[in-house]
C-alpha cells in the first residue's frame, strides 16, 4: 500500500516543480495563511485523481496484486499524509518570507481539507474526472468567497444553535470538531469503498 502512496508523487514530480512557486504566488498576494495552506494540501491529492483519469490508471491498478479496498485506502490515507508533508513545506516557505500565522491556521486549513476531501473523493468514482473536476474547482472557490457569509446568516438566524456553540469552551468546541471532521472522513472512505468494489474498468 505504501508503494501505492509512493507511486502518485512519482508521478507527478515534474508538476510538483511548480508547487514552491504555487505557495510563494498566494504568499506575495497576501493570502490568508488558511486559504494557503487548504490550496497547498489540495495540490496533490486532486492531481492524482485527474492524472489517473487520464491514463486509465485504474485499469491496470486492478490487474495488479492490490485489492480495491487496499486502493481506496491508499487514497485516503495518502491524502492525509500528503496534507501533512504539504503544510511542512508551506510552512517553511511562510517563514522564509517572514509571513506570520498562527496553529490555528493550521488546525483550520487541516479541518477544511480533510471535509472538502471527504466530499468530493467519492464524485471521482460516479463521475468522470474531466467533468467534476471544474465544478469541484468552482465550488471551492465560491464557498471561499460566500462561505463567510453563509456563517454570518446561519448565525444571525439560528440563534439557538450559535448560542450552544458559543457556550462551549474552546478545547470542547475544537474537540467536538475535529470528531466530527474524521467520522465524515471515515464515512467517505467508506463509502467511497463501496463504490469502487461495484465499479467496473
Given amino acids: 500500500m505504501f508503494n501505492l502512496i509512493r507511486r502518485d508523487v512519482i508521478l507527478q514530480k515534474k508538476q510538483l516543480i511548480l508547487f514552491i512557486p504555487f505557495i510563494v504566488f498566494f504568499i506575495i498576494m497576501e493570502a490568508n495563511p488558511t486559504l494557503i495552506f487548504i490550496i497547498?494540501?489540495?495540490?496533490?491529492?486532486?492531481?492524482?485523481?485527474?492524472?489517473?483519469?487520464?491514463?486509465?490508471?485504474?485499469?491496470?491498478?486492478?490487474?495488479?496484486?492490490?485489492?480495491?479496498?487496499?486502493?481506496?485506502?491508499?487514497?485516503?490515507?495518502?491524502?492525509?499524509?500528503?496534507?501533512?508533508?504539504?503544510?511542512?513545506?508551506?510552512?517553511?516557505?511562510?517563514?522564509?518570507?517572514?509571513?506570520?500565522?498562527?496553529?490555528?491556521?493550521?488546525?483550520?486549513?487541516?479541518?477544511?481539507?480533510?471535509?472538502?476531501?471527504?466530499?468530493t473523493f467519492p464524485l471521482f468514482y460516479i463521475f468522470k474526472p474531466s467533468y467534476i473536476f471544474p465544478v469541484i474547482i468552482i465550488s471551492f472557490l465560491l464557498l471561499a468567497g460566500i462561505g463567510p457569509n453563509i456563517v454570518l446568516f446561519l448565525s444571525e438566524h439560528l440563534n439557538a444553535i450559535t448560542d450552544f456553540i458559543f457556550n462551549l469552551s474552546v478545547p470542547v468546541l475544537y474537540t467536538g470538531a475535529t470528531l466530527g471532521i474524521i467520522v465524515v472522513y471515515v464515512i467517505s472512505w467508506g463509502i467511497t469503498n463501496i463504490i469502487y468494489q461495484r465499479k467496473a474498468f
Avoid: H
Fill in 40 to 119: 497547498a494540501s489540495l495540490i496533490i491529492p486532486f492531481n492524482a485523481y485527474v492524472y489517473d483519469e487520464k491514463v486509465e490508471t485504474n485499469i491496470l491498478l486492478n490487474s495488479l496484486p492490490y485489492t480495491r479496498t487496499e486502493i481506496i485506502t491508499s487514497r485516503y490515507l495518502g491524502a492525509i499524509i500528503y496534507m501533512v508533508l504539504a503544510i511542512m513545506v508551506t510552512s517553511l516557505t511562510l517563514f522564509a518570507f517572514n509571513k506570520p500565522f498562527t496553529m490555528n491556521d493550521i488546525a483550520i486549513s487541516c479541518c477544511l481539507f480533510l471535509l472538502f476531501a471527504a466530499f
